[in-house]
């Protein structure tokens, strides 16, 4: 069984503190490792897919990188627009199961 | 990237009762997936749902309490139905781009709350 499980479960910053979102993994074979952003009241907005080890991505303030056990979202001197939860999802080789398996989250909170 | 939308955007609804809730895509897709949230909780795969054929759910959900319709490639349906304060969630669609890389992404979600 898939299983993801992201650290810390909160987080709270200072403006410009920058620290990492720790995201590790079990799955039979990997197919990509997703990142989302979530604000309250909306849906999950895309933020990477991660597709082999070593691979990395960057956005703005945001860089995401992939071992064959774990995933680090960077966030590099934060902004308090950038608070928000934070998901990481897998989806695994499986034939047919393209759906995306999720951890419970790292919920960010940055402070001016 | 695929723009989601759903509706209703929220509603709240009897114990007993059953709600439909749409997805539509403004694009062509060929996979689309139902999500659960419950409170301060991440999100649980309901079903896939792929045109043509009939909705593949996961365990712990049943034909029979969350039906599923895709007519077509752009649009599906979500039933709740006979429903219990325990349904009080988040639902979420979501569609897989193949034309980006096969990213996901979600629709705006339906807050549902049973009383």
């Known amino acids: 069984e898939d299983q993801v499980t992201q650290s810390p479960e909160a987080l709270r910053l200072q403006e410009g503190e920058s620290s990492s979102l720790n995201c590790s993994y079990t799955v039979s074979g990997l197919r990509g490792l997703f990142w989302y952003r979530q604000d309250p009241g909306k849906g999950p907005e895309f933020l990477f897919t991660?597709?082999?080890a070593g691979e990395e991505k960057e956005k703005e303030r945001l860089k995401a990188t992939l071992t064959k056990k774990e995933s680090f979202l960077h966030i590099t001197a934060p902004k308090p627009e950038d608070s928000a939860t934070y998901l990481c999802?897998?989806?695994?080789?499986?034939?047919?199961?393209?759906?995306?398996?999720f951890g419970s989250g790292t919920r960010l909170q940055v402070q001016p | 990237s695929a723009v989601i939308s759903q509706k209703p955007s929220r509603d709240i609804c009897q114990r007993g009762t059953s709600l439909t809730i749409q997805c539509q895509v403004d694009s062509q897709v060929t996979m689309m997936f139902w999500y659960r949230q419950q409170p301060g909780q991440s999100l649980t795969l309901i079903a896939t749902a792929n045109q043509g054929s009939e909705a593949t759910y996961e365990s712990g959900f049943v034909i029979d309490k969350f039906p599923i319709s895709r007519p077509n490639l752009t649009f599906s349906t979500l039933t709740v139905s006979n429903m219990s304060p325990e349904d009080s969630s988040i639902y979420l669609c979501?569609?897989?781009?193949?034309?980006?890389?096969?990213?996901?992404?979600f629709g705006p979600g339906t807050r549902l709350t049973v009383t």
């Open positions: 979501s569609v897989e781009w193949v034309a980006g890389g096969r990213e996901q992404y």
């Open positions: 991660l597709y082999s």
């Open positions: 999802a897998v989806q695994a080789l499986d034939t047919g199961r393209r759906a995306l398996t």
